[in-house]
């Protein structure tokens, strides 16, 4: 490292001061202004430098190896000398000559210095963060003043001697090294740091620095560090891990995989190895290298916040540099789970060390990652996937088909739900179909709190009898889920909670139900009309039930009482929605099965007298039961619990008006306690 000697001051009193081009000075003074709060990217902009002189000096050796003869170590080395407060990190790249030091150090393209000024000036004034444009039009050299109040860059290349770059962000000087080649090959930039940002001269704030940015840079980067042997100093080497994803997937071991992704993920237990990964090389508009893995359980508050909470579980690097891990949109938000690394050598130059600027770009990358991501989960073992993944991440899988139409066919394969094909195993939609019945053209499905609703639930009665199998759906988002898939395999969903339930049904019975239909006209007349008025659209005889008296079902547009709770818990937590009062009040339609007892009792009592108040209590108790049992809501509880009274009385033989004994403690409220406890007995 150099030594700031008598005779190298000597040559810097001496030597030529530059003026910074006018738009160098300014760019200066906006990053410094701009990035205060952000300092510690200077080492990550200073070592991505370095790697891409190393990455120069390494392309020319494959067409001259004699370029490796002043120094064939292709390394990075970083020395903190506390004494001196300066910060030394060496190269051994291509290094500068004399005129490329002024040009490339004192001036910028006139083109690129505009574009940048004006970034920078308009995402100021948005308020928009401003530290990836450094690296997006290579000025990241620059960053090292926000620490350092003098800059000293040695610098040897191949065609010239040795000289010294100095700059106090005023001015610069250049002189020729007195000391000769004390590099061999490469630039050594020495930062005379801010008494504020002496942190930067500690061991593990280094450490941890070159971790966190440049772990994977694609040269070793070594830390000048005590061992405790005696206490000897030595090169520590700090990227020791390795970026797979450079190598070919088929010469990585699984191990490799598991320790990567341990070391990647900041996983510590030997139990956590990832559910899955993929491995692979994306070519096209964008060339980009890839890992993704499927955690083994999903991580902490994973809907937490959902869609606007940053998740850091995809890391951007360039050429081996991190960029970033700080924004949503290299996901979409229900593959928040997915962890891995992209890795690009080729992205255009408008995308920045910080975040993607290039929207088009950006989707491309997306939508590539989604489907090898949606590759890697179809090939998760069928066990594994069902008792493992589902019930980890089958919410993700099922807002996915909600929020991501293109992707919809392939997300429906990975769905999985209870039937009545099994308690105990999840059914996928493919397996379901392959089951259905000859002759059943729609995938029937009932919604419910719970399994144990669902399935006695009276909508699926009769399905169950004849042997079709329904999908029961338990969770809140599900109906939501289904309802975005218009089909699955050429089949249509139907929720046997809504109209449209039809069977295939022989002439002789065909007959029989319109005879049924008009017995029973009456009877729906009079319940539409008279009895439930005003409370159903319409009473018609049920193909459906085999043992519940009737249900209340909802139209196709309409809601079904699963789908109605769910509303209405929204709308009371995030305000009233104008559609929920308009669904909500949409009539029903009274299914009724005419077989069961109840209804041949009410059929009678209309046909002997229209205005039969029992018949008509009989019929708005059923309706009522039937809006419970069918999912939906009692708007007057209090009104249903006397007419149950009422027809308990009845049943009983017990008059509406016996209550003498009210009467006579009412009338008896004034006597004294002994003649009241006297009545009671």
């Known amino acids: 490292f150099p030594e700031v000697s008598t005779q190298i001051k000597e040559l810097r009193e001496k030597s030529e001061k530059h003026a910074f081009q006018a738009e160098v000075n300014r760019m200066m003074k906006l990053i410094i202004n701009s990035l205060y709060k952000n300092k510690e990217i200077f080492l990550r902009e200073l ?3 370095a790697s891409d002189a190393l990455d120069k000096i390494r392309l020319l ?4 190896e004699n370029v490796l003869a002043s120094n064939e170590e292709l390394t990075i080395k970083i020395k903190s000398d506390k004494e001196k407060n300066m910060l030394h990190i060496t190269d051994t790249g291509i290094g500068m000559t004399k005129e490329e030091l002024v040009k490339n150090l004192g001036t910028i393209a006139k083109s690129g210095t505009s574009e940048f000024l004006n970034k ?7 308020g928009q963060s401003t530290s990836e444009l450094i690296g997006q039009f290579g000025v990241g050299f620059y960053s090292a003043f926000l620490v350092a109040d003098k800059v000293i860059v040695t610098s040897k290349h191949n065609n010239d001697t040795q000289h010294i770059w100095e700059s106090d962000s005023n001015q610069f000087s250049v002189i020729e090294d007195p000391r000769g080649d004390t590099l061999g090959r490469g630039t050594t930039i020495t930062l005379v740091l801010k008494e504020e940002a002496s942190d930067y001269l500690e061991l593990e704030t280094i450490k941890n620095l070159v971790k966190k940015y440049s772990q994977f840079i694609n040269f070793p980067i070594y830390v000048w560090a005590s061992k405790v042997i005696k206490t000897v100093w030595d090169w520590e080497l700090m990227n020791d891990i390795k970026p797979i994803w450079q190598r070919p997937a088929k010469e990585v071991e699984e191990d490799e995989y598991k320790a990567f992704y341990k070391t990647f993920s900041k996983v510590g237990n030997d139990s956590d190895d ?28 994973l809907f937490d916040e959902y869609g606007s909470k940053k998740n850091d579980y995809i890391k951007l690097f360039v050429r081996r540099v991190f960029i970033t891990d700080d924004f949503n949109d290299m996901m979409p938000k229900y593959l928040n789970f997915i962890k891995g690394v992209v890795d690009s050598d080729d992205l255009p130059l408008n995308v920045s060390r910080e975040t993607l600027q290039q929207h088009k770009l950006l989707k491309v990358i997306r939508k590539k990652l989604v489907r090898k991501t949606l590759d890697m989960i179809k090939k998760i073992a069928e066990e594994q996937y069902n008792d493992k993944f589902w019930k980890e991440f089958g919410t993700n899988i099922k807002l996915g088909v909600i929020e991501d139409h293109s992707n919809r066919t392939r997300l429906a394969k990975l769905l999985r739900f209870q039937t009545s094909h099994s308690e105990t195993v999840v059914s996928s ?7 259905m019945k000859e002759k059943q053209d729609k995938i029937y499905f009932m919604a419910g709190t719970n399994r144990k ?25 599900d109906e939501y889920c289904i309802q975005a898939l218009p089909e699955f395999d050429g089949k249509r969903f139907q929720n046997v909670a809504k109209e449209g339930v039809k069977f295939d049904e ?5 007959e029989k139900r319109e005879a049924l239909e008009k017995e029973y006209e009456p009877l729906t007349t009079w319940l539409k009309d008279k009895a439930l008025k005003d409370k159903i659209e319409k009473a018609v005889l049920s193909q459906r039930l085999t043992e519940s008296p009737c249900a209340l079902v909802a139209s196709q547009y309409g809601w079904s009482g699963n789908m109605e709770r769910i509303m209405k818990a929204q709308a009371y937590q995030t305000g009233k929605d104008i559609s929920t009062n308009y669904y909500a009040s949409q009539k029903k339609t009274l299914e009724i099965n005419p077989k069961h007892p109840l209804i041949k009792q009410m059929l009678n009592r209309v046909n002997d007298d229209a205005e039969d108040q029992t018949a008509s209590d009989l019929a708005m108790v059923l309706f009522e039961t ?7 809501q009692l708007t007057d509880t209090k009104a249903y619990g006397d007419r149950i009274e009422r027809m308990l009385r009845l049943s009983m033989n017990i008059p509406a008006e016996d209550d003498s004994e009210d009467k006579e403690e009412t009338a008896d409220e004034g006597d004294d306690d002994e003649t009241v406890s006297t009545l009671k007995l």
């Open 626 to 632: 039937a809006t419970l049992r069918s999912g939906y």
């Open 429 to 435: 939609l493919e397996q379901y179909v392959e089951r």
């Open 61 to 64: 050796s494959l067409t001259d």
């Open 120 to 126: 920078m000036t308009e995402m100021q004034d948005e």
């Open 274 to 301: 990832p559910l899955s990964h993929i491995h692979f090389t994306a070519e096209g508009e964008v060339t980009f290298k890839s890992i993704l893995f499927v955690p083994n359980t999903a991580p902490r508050g």
């Open 453 to 477: 609703e669902a399935e006695s639930s009276p909508f699926v009665e009769r399905l169950l009898k004849k042997g079709y199998e329904v999908i029961y759906l338990t969770e809140p988002v």
């Open 506 to 510: 022989s002439d002789k019975a065909k």
């Open 47 to 49: 070592i991505s430098n």
